[in-house]
């Protein structure tokens, strides 16, 4: 355990841990042009088409939780990377499909490839991504995931315990 972080809070872990996987991503897929949250839109994207979505950008933000102002400007730059494609959706003139290129193909694959080496090395400590260590940390990220967070609400709650 890092000095320090059995006094931690959940959250600053949380943060600690997700801040030292961007870094990681980041540098890994740096090499291939790419960036972290570039890298989460094309995998996305990737294992999107493999089942024969080609979904929005609005979709693709939602999978993602990205913001959809940020998806456009990142697919954008995949494009004129030459990455992605950027096409009207014929059922809806306001949105925006998107696919990748056949070299965006190529290199999601191999970028695929070098995140999960990473994986490999972060879940070492838990018995490796098959072992069932990680398999309940996988759930209990999901379950994290899934809870909501709404910080107007916390404004009622504050003012109850206030004297």
Do not use: C, N
């Not at 000095?3 to 809070?9: D, F, L, M």
């Not at 809806?92 to 990748?100: E, G, M, N, Y």
């Not at 994290?144 to 404004?155: E, G, T, Y």
């Amino acid at each position: 355990m890092s000095r320090g972080s059995e006094k931690a809070t959940p959250g600053f872990l949380v943060w600690r841990l997700s801040m030292k996987w961007r870094v990681a991503v980041d540098r890994a897929v740096a090499p291939l042009g790419l960036t972290h949250a570039q890298y989460s839109l094309v995998a996305s994207l990737y294992g999107m088409q493999r089942t024969g979505e080609r979904p929005s950008q609005r979709r693709l933000a939602d999978h993602t939780g990205l913001e959809p102002l940020y998806v456009s400007k990142l697919a954008r730059a995949l494009e004129a990377a030459g990455l992605l494609e950027r096409a009207r959706d014929p059922r809806d003139p306001r949105a925006v499909q998107l696919a990748l290129t056949e070299r965006g193909h190529e290199v999601t694959g191999r970028a695929i490839e070098v995140v999960q080496g990473l994986l490999q090395q972060l879940l070492a400590p838990l018995g490796g991504p098959d072992g069932p260590r990680a398999r309940e940390f996988t759930r209990d990220l999901a379950t994290l995931l899934d809870a909501p967070l709404d910080p107007s609400a916390m404004d009622g709650e504050s003012d109850k315990e206030q004297p």
